[in-house]
């Protein structure tokens, strides 16, 4: 099967665009994962 379009990020990435403002320091660990997106 083809994807027409894929995107992966990094731990850093989710933290800085997702947690970068919680005052209880909350971030998803350094675990070598990534969160992928892929369309048909």
Known sequence: MAFSHTHAWT????NQRYLANRD???CIGVTP?????ATA
Not at 11 to 14: I, R
């Open 11 to 14: 731990p850093g990435e989710l």
């Open 33 to 37: 994962t990534r969160l992928m997106l």
């Open 24 to 26: 209880d320091g909350l």
